[in-house]
């Protein structure tokens, strides 16, 4: 089996497991923990590290027993070359494949994981009922014609939205993936929002924004996860303004991912807001049953891991949070078959994954979280809420617990009713004068959404 098709996670368990054969485990867990590998080919490995200290101690002290502990794994010696995404080693970098190979061969891609994650592509990115029309459009934005000088604004910006851990930053990468398949030569620059503030922030302090901006504002592609951290930061959101309109104005692809719509980020300004408003906007949300046993098969099948369809099942009804999390039990078994050998049972799985099993809030305990969360956004007591009194500042309140426990558990009306000591029809007219307010006021409907989004997380 050739080195590409094994898993980067499995070569770096079993890399691990060499090292400590030789090297304590807390120098191994010091400089290997949070190390990944990006490439591996004919001639070389790739690593990249956070710091540019771990990336020098590896490099001065490790490449050598990198180098022999590979060659036990794959079965020959690559070259060992060590990254640091800590300062600028996050950029795509491209190179022949051979020297020797005329100009028409395509290109090898060596980069840091910032910027790259070959692992991530739309043929592994397992598609349901939740994520269908986000992996359409992404798979169309990716396939556009990036050979012109301006590209169509009808896909532009790509608005990608949905919780943490469901697959928004997978897409993000199978959509570079594919452009830099197709378009070698295309200029793209990934980067978290986070970075991009702290980025910003780094050039106006050191007086060196006209570097900054012939960074951002020569890419041909930019993508940017998590968008939603600038909003509020008024500086930040100025620079993205300007190099958005910079981009888009000379026909640049902008893609964005957010974990909600551009509607209902408060403290994002409003004309970013209509801007990000006037492209293409797509949402996932979590994965159902059906497509968290596909992710759980998939997963496994790369890991692999041969795990039985009660085990599948038994997870898909437990782990319910995220995508992510969904990688990391199958990653656990994984590393448990590898260390101890032997089937993954059923019984074996409940006692080892106890950590990531999804306990069910009882809807009685979530309704007690409605009340506590209305009471604080709002500044009522509890007991204001569940007594008779009828003055508006706490009628208002009174009757958002009652359209939230409609909409965030499955409690009757009477059992709501008894909750907050009041009467079925009571509840029945609590509920429809809230849907009322959502429906005239907007302000109104984003205040209800967060309360939503925060009772539900």
């Given at each position: 089996?050739?080195?590409?098709?094994?898993?980067?996670?499995?070569?770096?368990?079993?890399?691990?497991?060499?090292?400590?054969?030789?090297?304590?485990?807390?120098?191994?867990?010091?400089?290997?923990?949070?190390?990944?590998?990006?490439?591996?080919?004919?001639?070389?490995a790739?690593?990249?590290?956070?710091?540019?200290?771990?990336?020098?101690i590896?490099?001065?002290?490790?490449t050598?027993?990198?180098?022999?502990?590979?060659?036990?794994?794959?079965?020959?010696?690559p070259?060992?070359?060590?990254?640091?995404?800590?300062?600028?080693?996050?950029?795509?970098?491209?190179?022949p494949?051979?020297e020797?190979?005329?100009?028409?061969?395509?290109?090898?891609?060596?980069?840091?994981?910032?910027g790259?994650?070959?692992?991530?592509?739309?043929?592994?990115?397992?598609v349901?009922?939740?994520?269908?029309?986000?992996?359409?459009?992404?798979?169309?934005?990716?396939?556009?014609?990036?050979?012109?000088?301006?590209l169509?604004?009808?896909?532009?910006?790509?608005?990608?939205?949905?919780?943490?851990?469901?697959?928004?930053?997978?897409?993000?990468?199978a959509?570079?993936?594919?452009?830099?398949?197709?378009?070698?030569?295309?200029?793209?620059?990934?980067?978290?929002?986070?970075?991009?503030?702290?980025?910003?922030?780094?050039?106006?302090?050191?007086?060196?924004?006209s570097?900054?901006?012939?960074?951002?504002?020569?890419?041909?592609?930019?993508?940017?996860?998590?968008?939603?951290?600038?909003?509020?930061?008024?500086?930040?959101?100025?620079?993205?303004?300007?190099?958005?309109?910079?981009?888009?104005?000379?026909?640049?692809?902008?893609?964005?991912?957010?974990?909600?719509?551009?509607?209902?980020?408060?403290?994002?300004?409003?004309?970013?807001?209509?801007?990000?408003?006037?492209?293409?906007?797509?949402?996932?949300?979590?994965?159902?049953?059906?497509?968290?046993?596909?992710?759980?098969n998939?997963?496994?099948?790369?890991?692999?891991?041969?795990?039985?369809?009660?085990?599948?099942?038994?997870?898909?009804?437990?782990?319910?949070?995220?995508?992510?999390?969904?990688?990391?039990?199958?990653?656990?078994?994984?590393?448990?078959?590898?260390?101890?050998?032997?089937?993954?049972?059923?019984?074996?799985?409940?006692?080892?994954?106890?950590?990531?099993?999804?306990?069910?809030?009882?809807?009685?305990?979530?309704?007690?979280?409605?009340?506590?969360?209305?009471?604080?956004?709002?500044?009522?007591?509890?007991?204001?809420?569940?007594?008779?009194?009828?003055?508006?500042?706490?009628?208002?309140?009174?009757?958002?617990?009652?359209?939230?426990?409609?909409?965030?558990?499955?409690?009757?009306?009477?059992?709501?009713?008894?909750?907050?000591?009041?009467?079925?029809?009571?509840?029945?007219?609590?509920?429809?004068?809230?849907?009322?307010?959502?429906?005239?006021?907007?302000?109104?409907?984003?205040?209800i959404?967060?309360?939503?989004?925060?009772?539900?997380?």
């Amino acid at each position: 089996m050739e080195a590409k098709d094994i898993e980067y996670e499995n070569i770096k368990a079993m890399l691990l497991e060499i090292l400590l054969e030789n090297t304590s485990s807390s120098a191994v867990n010091l400089w290997f923990g949070d190390i990944k590998i990006v490439l591996i080919d004919d001639n070389e490995a790739v690593f990249v590290t956070p710091t540019d200290l771990k990336k020098r101690i590896i490099t001065q002290r490790f490449t050598e027993k990198l180098q022999v502990a590979l060659s036990q794994i794959i079965g020959y010696e690559p070259t060992v070359t060590i990254l640091s995404s800590e300062n600028g080693e996050g950029e795509i970098i491209k190179k022949p494949v051979d020297e020797n190979q005329n100009n028409s061969t395509p290109h090898k891609i060596v980069s840091t994981v910032a910027g790259y994650r070959p692992e991530y592509t739309f043929e592994n990115f397992v598609v349901g009922s939740s994520n269908n029309y986000a992996a359409a459009f992404a798979k169309r934005v990716a396939n556009n014609d990036y050979s012109g000088a301006s590209l169509s604004k009808n896909d532009n910006p790509f608005f990608i939205y949905g919780p943490s851990g469901v697959g928004k930053s997978h897409l993000l990468y199978a959509i570079s993936n594919q452009i830099i398949e197709n378009y070698p030569n295309v200029k793209i620059k990934y980067i978290t929002g986070e970075e991009f503030n702290n980025q910003i922030l780094d050039a106006i302090n050191n007086k060196c924004t006209s570097s900054f901006r012939e960074k951002y504002r020569t890419v041909d592609v930019l993508l940017i996860d998590d968008i939603h951290f600038i909003a509020g930061k008024t500086t930040v959101q100025e620079e993205f303004f300007n190099t958005f309109n910079a981009l888009y104005n000379s026909g640049k692809q902008i893609i964005l991912t957010s974990d909600r719509p551009p509607v209902e980020m408060k403290q994002l300004e409003e004309r970013l807001q209509t801007r990000f408003m006037g492209g293409l906007i797509t949402d996932i949300q979590l994965p159902d049953f059906d497509l968290r046993c596909a992710i759980i098969n998939q997963k496994s099948r790369q890991n692999g891991l041969n795990i039985t369809p009660d085990v599948s099942r038994f997870l898909a009804e437990n782990v319910k949070s995220s995508i992510r999390q969904l990688e990391g039990v199958v990653k656990k078994l994984g590393a448990i078959q590898l260390l101890e050998g032997g089937d993954i049972t059923l019984d074996r799985v409940r006692n080892s994954i106890k950590e990531f099993i999804h306990v069910q809030e009882s809807d009685t305990k979530r309704m007690d979280n409605i009340i506590i969360a209305v009471s604080k956004k709002y500044g009522v007591s509890r007991d204001d809420i569940l007594s008779d009194k009828r003055n508006a500042e706490i009628m208002l309140p009174r009757h958002i617990c009652v359209y939230l426990a409609r909409t965030c558990t499955n409690l009757s009306q009477a059992q709501i009713g008894k909750a907050i000591n009041r009467e079925r029809t009571t509840i029945i007219s609590s509920e429809n004068k809230v849907k009322k307010l959502i429906e005239e006021n907007h302000d109104f409907s984003l205040e209800i959404n967060e309360l939503i989004r925060q009772i539900k997380s």
